[in-house]
Nanobody
């Protein structure tokens, strides 16, 4: 079993920054890729960013490219999402997810992920 725990959400003004963390645990945790998704009120969950655990290759949604950075710390089995130049439309619950044994790239779709965290709220005020 794999557990994913997000943290770092909160309230921030437009133009500000936040860093989300996702700590992964479980017996001999390893994954193919980790991803961040978000879900705004009344909207479907959408892809934000993904990173290959081995090699660190990354891929971003167009809406966050240039503003968000995904990274990982192998030793801590933790994935980060550094969010800068935040906009009110970035307001959402942010979820991290783990794809343990995928083979395609980039992992943009929810069905490609095996485990999900409980989510952390990010609110950007105008």
């Amino acid at each position: 079993q794999v557990q994913l725990v997000e943290s770092g959400g909160g309230l921030v003004q437009a133009g500000g920054s936040l860093r989300l963390s996702c700590a992964a645990s479980g017996r001999s945790f390893s994954s193919y890729a980790m991803g961040w998704f978000r879900q705004a009120p009344g909207k479907e969950r959408e892809f934000v960013a993904t990173i290959r655990w081995s090699g660190g290759r990354t891929y971003y949604a167009d809406s966050v490219k240039g503003r968000f950075t995904i990274s990982r710390d192998n030793a801590k089995t933790t994935v980060y999402l550094q969010m800068s130049s935040l906009k009110p439309e970035d307001t959402a619950v942010y979820y991290c997810a783990a794809d343990l044994d995928g083979s395609s790239w980039p992992n943009r779709y929810q069905y490609e992920y095996d485990y999900w965290g409980q989510g952390t709220q990010v609110t950007v005020s105008s």
